[in-house]
């Protein structure tokens, strides 16, 4: 069974920065990609960005030059450092892992952008 732990979210201030982990565990772990959706009060869940096995990375365009994802894999963690931070982007943000056979999603750490 995979398991995900977040961690780094939190209270910051319009313009600042946080970043985010992931860390993938269970037996046999082999993971395709990772990366983060997140979801708004009252807006569907929306996906931020991705990383595959390969290092390639997929971006949402509205965070494209804002948020950076990248991953180490001999730890199974992925990262996502998010820069000039919006009231926009305050959400709960949802780390997943796809091994191949499904999609598990991680508990979501809030991010909250406000002064």
């Known amino acids: 069974q995979v398991q995900l732990v977040e961690s780094g979210g939190g209270l910051v201030q319009p313009g600042g920065s946080l970043r985010l982990s992931c860390v993938a565990s269970?037996?046999?772990?082999?993971?395709?990609?990772m990366g983060w959706y997140r979801q708004a009060p009252g807006k569907q869940r929306e996906f931020v960005a991705s990383?595959?096995?390969?290092?390639?990375?997929s971006y949402v365009d509205s965070m494209k030059g804002r948020f950076t994802i990248t991953g180490d894999s001999a730890k199974n963690t992925a990262y996502l450092q998010m820069s000039s931070l919006k009231p926009e982007d305050t959400a709960v943000y949802y780390c997943?892992?796809?091994?191949?056979?499904?999609?598990?999603w991680g508990q979501g750490t809030q991010v909250t952008v406000s002064s």
């Open positions: 990383i595959n096995s390969g290092g390639s990375r």
């Open positions: 269970g037996s046999g772990l082999n993971i395709i990609n």
């Open positions: 997943y892992v796809n091994d191949g056979a499904r999609l598990t």
